[in-house]
């Protein structure tokens, strides 16, 4: 059974942001660190990096107040597909970002105007957090990285979908896409 695109809706980093890769680039431009992707194994990298925890903290600052500066960019197809997911309905992102203003400031650049003037944003400040925010905005479906937050929406008769990434594999049983091509076949079929 296809998805209808105003059922679904989205986390960010991870989904809509490639936040790894730009996180990466930060530690090796800044720190002159090098981090290999598949060396990120938890959703808190601290857990699995050995890397100075205020260097983390300072990288994902950046990150969350400034995105664009930061070259903080689309995940590869995602605004293809967001443009025509835009064409059957509103946009949903639902973040735990703890502020709104950046990350849709951002939004708005990368996806144009006309195409964010049909998005919704949450902003909840927790990982935790998106659950009562799903089902007001009368979503069915929920695309997130973090592996947690897809157990806990399938706990509460929500439809997640894990974003692949090396972070949530071998974490959950649940329904996976490993890119933006995955998630628009999942509305209209490859």
Known sequence: MKIHPK?????????????????????????ETVVAPEEITEFQVEDCLDLDPLIVDEIFCRLLVEPGKSGLRLMAGAKDVLTEFAEYGPLTFITARPQREPIADWLAEQLGGAVYDRARLVATGEHDGKVDHIRDLGLKYFVDDRAQTCIQLSAEGINPIVY??????????????ENWAAIRGLCFGP
């Open 7 to 31: 059922y679904i809706g989205f986390d960010i980093d991870g989904v809509v942001a490639d936040t790894m890769e730009a996180f990466i680039r930060l530690a090796f431009e800044e720190y």
């Open 164 to 177: 692949h990434q090396f972070w949530n594999q071998g974490k959950h049983e649940l329904p996976a896409v």
